[in-house]
């Protein structure tokens, strides 16, 4: 967007080489802490940021020989947001840099104040602490009693009470266990982020009849790029000339290369195996497929789930809880040993930061898996999902037309010709239900090509040509009977028992009469009954399908798959009708389709799932999209989602025993603040790895690379 970045900044407080000011981001502008964070961080002289997006604070460390509390401050007025969202760049590198120094300080201090002189430890040690009252203090300004002050809290009565290695110890622990927090969680989001591959470096391209070498970050619309072989596609355009076989399962899942050649779509982020292409540029830098991508990686990074701000609200409630209790402790013991001990835990770090770690995994795993999981909350609202509605072209079948019947009504003909001699015709069509009756013909042997007269295509109708002096047409039943005048009636009643069947017909008329029809029926997936038997097992109470197929036909089908309920007979705009009347009786509904008219019901439904093969509307206006055209994975990420839900429950379990019993040994005595501390930070740290690793969720198929076709 065009202007500054935030409405307004203000300097809340500052001291020598550190300022906290107060922001407000434009309308449309991004908020979410990283992009901020890494922006202000590539700012002359700033050594670190940290922003808190809730509170719409920024507090920047800086060098004061190279920059000043004003001058960054005019700076950030002036700062204008990034075109490109950041995968990857400086504000970690900065951020870490600080943490992990203050962990070197932390722990020098720790070991040089048992040699120190009595009189220089208390000010080592309160110089050691600053950083934590200094963050202490501004959590307090802003939001009141955190975890943070109880820290702060527990380390000044540490030094209160002259007990400078308590007060060392716990700085230590709580710059060791903030790092590793940290770390932890950047490690989630980058899991994701490593999925991608987008472009970089130097790419070929032709500029006034010459090849030459620039920056990837250089291109332009227009531009033509060379492709050769090994070279990852960088922009999104249309092949110029050549031929290559391009890997295109980084962003449409499909394992097989594809030849291109001239007038050939290209994506960015797809390999050339063999051969060379030049491609004309129509998308690049953000706008590309790959960098699209990334954009939405990093969105769905920011985005919390319902789950995840309960968390974060109930964190915030219990810290009030353990101030009170080492108040109470206090009141009842006079020892500020265990008040020191009983603020050393808290509930706040694990469960605020275990809960999106666990969510971050999930979709990482989804990402190898072959699903593509818009954020935390489609995956929440998949594990309470109770009834699935399939739409049922491309989904529980497989969107491939075949030929069922071939019925000659010429004795003189068998079924075998009437196919050969309607894909003879239809051969130089590429209608599905041409492509169809040609691949039916290819399995036929011995296979035999009737000679034919120039072929002419009748849009929306079908083909006609000439074999034998006589003329033949194969197309709809309007075509042979109101423009060719062929009569149907003498087989009538043939005709209705297939269209009962839900099957499409293909009218084939030779020289004046009926020679036949084909029956053609969507194919039903091989694994589409598993899934639904498997759909059950993982909680699904009602399995639905709608379809515009004629009654007949769709409930053979849905009793062929074990299905509860059909609709049939719909037109596409009755769907979203049909899913508001379920969710009105309570439903938790999933809904899966590919279609452009099914966009309405998958924005609709509580979580939509859009197919490998799916139009580009009902892809984006999805929450989940499948990689590979695998209906399996429907189940698969149902039991994704279960798992991730499970891991969560037992992870706050987790946090609520272990952290309640270190409180309530702290408040009898039982332990000494440093003790306290190991086991809090401790016990912390592992949560965020067992979350981290996905304990307890479903294991990815082999490794791939998380994709979404343009």
């Not at 700012?43 to 922003?51: D, I, Q």
């Not at 007060?167 to 999925?195: C, P, Q, V, W």
């Not at 790959?290 to 954009?295: G, V």
């Not at 001990?341 to 795993?365: H, I």
Request: charged share 20%; proline share 4%.
């Amino acid at each position: 967007m065009d202007g500054s970045w935030f409405s307004f900044v203000e300097p809340a407080h500052a001291t020598r080489g550190r300022v906290r000011y107060r922001y407000r981001c434009r309308p449309g502008a991004p908020r979410d802490a990283g992009r901020i964070e890494h922006a202000v961080a590539a700012l002359a002289g700033v050594e670190a940021v940290r922003a808190n997006t809730r509170a719409c604070t920024l507090v920047v460390n800086f060098d004061p020989q190279r920059t000043t509390a004003s001058a960054l401050g005019a700076e950030l007025a002036a700062l204008a947001p990034p075109a490109v969202p950041a995968v990857t760049g400086k504000p970690h590198g900065f951020a870490d840099g600080h943490r992990l120094g203050a962990v070197a300080l932390a722990a020098s201090t720790l070991v040089a104040s048992r040699h120190l002189e009595e009189p220089l430890q208390a000010p080592v040690a309160l110089a050691t602490a600053i950083p934590l009252m200094g963050e202490a203090l501004d959590d307090l300004i802003d939001k009141g009693i955190t975890s943070h002050v109880l820290e702060a809290l527990a380390v000044a009565i540490s030094i209160g009470r002259r007990d400078f290695l308590a007060a060392n110890t716990t700085s230590f622990l709580l710059a060791l266990g903030e790092y590793m927090e940290h770390s932890i969680e950047r490690r989630s989001d980058e899991m994701l982020k490593h999925l991608l591959q987008p472009a970089t470096g130097e790419v070929w391209v032709e500029r006034d009849g010459q090849e030459q070498q620039i920056e990837a970050d250089e291109l332009q619309m227009g531009d033509v790029v060379i492709a050769a072989a090994g070279t990852v596609i960088p922009i999104d355009g249309t092949v110029l000339g050549g031929e290559a076989l391009v890997n295109e399962a980084t962003m449409t899942g499909e394992s097989v290369p594809v030849a291109k050649s001239r007038g050939a779509r290209a994506l960015s982020g797809t390999v050339v195996e063999e051969g060379r292409i030049r491609i004309y540029a129509e998308r690049v830098g953000h706008n590309a497929a790959a960098a699209r991508i990334a954009d939405f990686v990093e969105q769905s990074l920011g985005a919390k789930s319902r789950t995840q701000l309960e968390a974060a609200r109930l964190a915030d409630r219990l810290v009030p809880m353990v101030f009170a209790l080492a108040t109470a402790t206090w009141l009842a013991s006079g020892d500020w040993r265990r008040v020191s001990a009983t603020l050393q835990a808290d509930y706040s770090c694990a469960l605020k930061l275990s809960t999106p770690v666990a969510f971050k995994a999930a979709m990482y795993r989804a990402g190898k898996g072959g699903m593509l999981i818009k954020g935390a909350s489609a995956l929440e609202q998949l594990a309470e999902a109770d009834t699935f509605v399939f739409d049922k072209t491309g989904t529980l079948t497989s969107g491939a037309l075949q030929v069922t019947d071939s019925i000659a009504f010429d004795a003189s003909y068998s079924s075998e010709d009437l196919v050969l001699l309607a894909a003879s015709v239809e051969e130089h069509y590429f209608h599905p239900l041409a492509l169809a009756v040609v691949e039916a013909a290819r399995r036929i042997e011995p296979h035999h090509h009737f000679d034919h007269k120039a072929v002419e295509f009748i849009v929306a109708h079908g083909v006609a040509s000439v074999i034998d002096g006589k003329r033949i047409v194969v197309g709809s039943r309007h075509f042979v009977e109101d423009d060719e005048g062929i009569d149907t009636a003498p087989h009538h009643e043939v005709i209705e028992e297939l269209r009962r069947a839900g099957k499409t017909l293909l009218y084939i008329g030779f020289g004046g009469e009926l020679l036949g029809v084909l029956a053609l029926r969507d194919a039903v997936r091989a694994n589409s009954a598993a899934t639904v038997h498997r759909l059950r097992r993982l909680g699904a109470k009602r399995i639905v399908m709608l379809t515009g197929d004629h009654r007949e036909r769709a409930a053979a089908l849905a009793s062929e798959l074990g299905l509860d309920a059909f609709h049939a007979e719909l037109l596409p705009h009755e769907k979203a009708g049909i899913l508001q009347a379920l969710a009105a009786d309570g439903a938790r509904i999933a809904f899966i389709g590919d279609g452009v008219n099914d966009a309405p019901a998958l924005t609709g439904a509580h979580v939509g799932i859009a197919m490998h093969h799916g139009a580009d509307l009902a892809r984006l206006a999805s929450d989940i999209v499948l990689l590979e055209d695998d209906i399996a994975h429907i189940a698969d990420a149902k039991a994704l989602a279960n798992a991730t839900r499970r891991l969560i429950d037992s992870n706050f379990k987790l946090t609520a025993g272990i952290n309640t019993t270190i409180l309530a040994a702290a408040a009898l005595g039982l332990l000494s603040p440093v003790s306290a501390s190991m086991l809090h930070n401790g016990s912390t740290i592992g949560i965020l790895l067992r979350a981290l690793a996905g304990a307890g969720l479903p294991r990815p198929a082999p490794e791939r690379t998380l994709s979404l076709s343009s």
